[in-house]
């Protein structure tokens, strides 16, 4: 089942504009349940093609479809963000309470959910985000990564089907990233809600089922981290860098050695280095 | 410096006063004022200080918190008392200094104004020092809700606020950073006479301005993107429910009322 599906969606900011478009007919399909990193450089339009995920932006040409429901039709607005829930890149200009369990249950609350409801899925989101304990806690006095998995429930509250994160970990500090990565692939795996995560760190999608990486508006890779990784040179070539592991492997491939270029993570990495020099 | 501002600041607490409904909490507090105004004499002024007493001890508010909610306003209060002081004519003729005179009723005058805008700040300062913003803008909300025939924007309103109050954090927050980078640049903001001052603060306001505007833009489209659409059809987590507590509290409001009416009319 598609869950997203886009075709020849082209963005430009002004309808006047001549000029480039930020996004140049994209195709793109998502399998529901499946976790698929967005990778790209800055100005490559990610963002954009989040922000059309849910209608905050209406595509200038093409179709954007969520789960069978076209973006443009304004009346089915809310369902589409029923379905379709964004946590954005700042977790500071997203939170709206001064207490954590009433900025989760501003979402419910929107979405006229009876009030006995929106307790119990506030209090399980709050559970699924590891942050049930500071439910009573004002959102200002927690760290970045606790606003930002804070953020990440408020959104879980509204029981969406796919979770659109555009750049969630760009303001925080190592470990703040390390919980909301991991939460978010809990997510995905226990609760079955398809995440597009968007991103520029190349670490971040080494989990994702699926990889898509983005230059000037178009899509220039799509597979497997595994997949996509190993193509070194045409990543390096739009900008981006691969992951530590990889950039290894590949220097010392160029250095004459016989390794594996899709050995992610650092323990297959280690284990590769292990076979060769031991 | 700006760590010390209290306004809409909130002690989280579970006494009787915390868990009084809003609209009980902000009909008491308009109730308060107007006793206060009505209050003309010393014995009406003790009936008012021993409600305000007993609520602040109910609330286990801290003397500390409410002396510190004062303290902005003591230039206020000394102002006003010295005027009421300075201005006010009568029989008793005290001390009489070129040509200032001060009589007797003068002194009486400036100290229960000063008084009374003490008593007038320590109440407001009881209602947000126990009761959530949030919880405020609610009940705030729901009694101004009639208003919604006459096209008043009730809900608008409310969210605003609660949004206003939620960010005042955040932007000292901000605050403090830009002030912090312009001091790194060699700005001075401590130094020199109160316009060189108020003129330092301008290239503080710019940045903040415009870091405030990018933020309500984030803000408007992750509450689109949670489904905001206005008042209609919206439910809540927390529904207000008027307890029995409430209706005894409101009862003591109107009983006091009454008193002090009857002080009034007695003369004393």
Redesign the interface.
């Given at each position: 089942m598609k869950i997203i599906r886009t075709e020849k969606l082209t963005f430009r900011y002004d309808a006047e504009d001549k000029g480039e478009p930020i996004l140049k007919s994209l195709d793109l399909e998502i399998e529901e349940g499946t976790f698929v990193a967005v990778l790209g450089h800055n100005g490559s339009g990610k963002s954009t093609l989040a922000?059309h995920m849910?209608g905050?932006l209406l595509p200038s040409g093409g179709k954007v479809w969520i789960d069978g429901m076209d973006t443009a039709e304004e009346d089915r607005l809310?369902d589409i963000?029923?379905t379709v829930?964004?946590v954005?890149q700042?977790p500071?200009?997203?939170?709206?309470?001064?207490?954590v369990?009433?900025d989760v249950?501003?979402?419910?609350?929107?979405?006229?959910?009876?009030?006995p409801e929106?307790?119990i899925r506030?209090d399980e989101a709050l559970k699924d985000v590891g942050m049930y304990e500071y439910r009573?806690h004002?959102?200002?006095l927690l760290s970045g990564g606790q606003k930002q998995r804070v953020a990440i429930a408020?959104?879980v509250a509204?029981r969406p089907r796919c979770i659109v994160l555009d750049e969630p970990t760009a303001m925080l500090d190592p470990s703040g990233r390390r919980d909301v990565l991991e939460t978010v692939h809990r997510l995905n795996r226990e609760h079955g809600i398809t995440v597009l995560l968007i991103t520029h760190h190349m670490d971040e999608c080494i989990g994702a089922d699926r990889l898509i990486v983005m230059s000037d508006g178009q899509i220039i890779a799509d597979g497997t981290p595994r997949e996509v990784f190993p193509r070194v040179e045409m990543l390096r070539g739009s900008g981006l860098d691969v992951p530590a592991t990889v950039g290894l492997m590949f220097e010392l491939r160029k250095a004459g050695f016989d390794l594996p270029l899709d050995a992610l993570s650092v323990e297959e990495c280690a284990e590769a280095l292990y076979r060769v020099f031991a | 410096m700006l760590k010390d501002i209290t306004l809409g600041q909130?002690f989280?607490g579970t006494t009787v006063v915390h868990r009084l409904d809003p609209r009980t909490k902000l009909i008491l507090t308009v109730l308060y004022i107007v006793l206060l105004f009505i209050a003309v004499s010393w014995a009406s002024y003790g009936v008012v200080f021993l409600f305000l007493v007993c609520s602040i001890c109910l609330s286990r508010i801290r003397l500390k918190a409410i002396l510190s909610g004062l303290k902005p306003l003591v230039i206020l209060i000394l102002i006003t008392g010295l005027l009421n002081l300075f201005y006010t004519r009568g029989e008793h003729l005290l001390f009489r200094v070129w040509k200032i005179s001060v009589y007797w009723e003068g002194v009486r005058t400036a100290v229960l104004m000063a008084l009374r805008i003490m008593l007038l700040i320590t109440g407001t300062l009881l209602l947000t020092y126990t009761t959530?913003?949030?919880q405020l803008t609610d009940g705030l909300e729901k009694l101004l809700n009639p208003l919604k025939k006459l096209r008043v924007p009730v809900h608008e309103l409310s969210m605003m606020m609660?949004?206003a109050?939620?960010f005042i954090?955040?932007l000292i927050?901000e605050t403090d950073k830009i002030m912090n980078a312009q001091k790194a640049r060699g700005a001075e903001f401590d130094t020199g006479n109160i316009f060189q001052k108020a003129k330092a603060m301008l290239p503080l306001l710019v940045p903040l301005f415009i870091s405030a505007f990018r933020?309500a833009d984030?803000?408007a489209?992750?509450?689109?993107?949670?489904?905001?659409?206005g008042g209609e059809?919206?439910?809540?987590?927390?529904?207000l429910r008027m307890e029995r507590r409430d209706w005894i509290a409101l009862t003591v409001g109107v009983l006091l009322l009454v008193l002090v009416i009857l002080l009034r009319r007695l003369g004393l």
């Open positions: 922000k849910n905050i809310l963000r029923r829930g964004m954005f700042n500071d200009n997203q939170i709206v309470a001064n207490v369990e009433d249950a501003f979402g419910p609350e929107n979405m006229g959910v009876p009030s929106i307790r506030v009573t004002a959102p200002h408020g959104i509204m | 909130f989280p959530s913003p949030i609660s949004i109050l939620r954090p955040t927050e933020r984030e803000l489209t992750a509450m689109e993107s949670r489904c905001y659409h059809g919206r439910t809540k987590l927390k529904v």
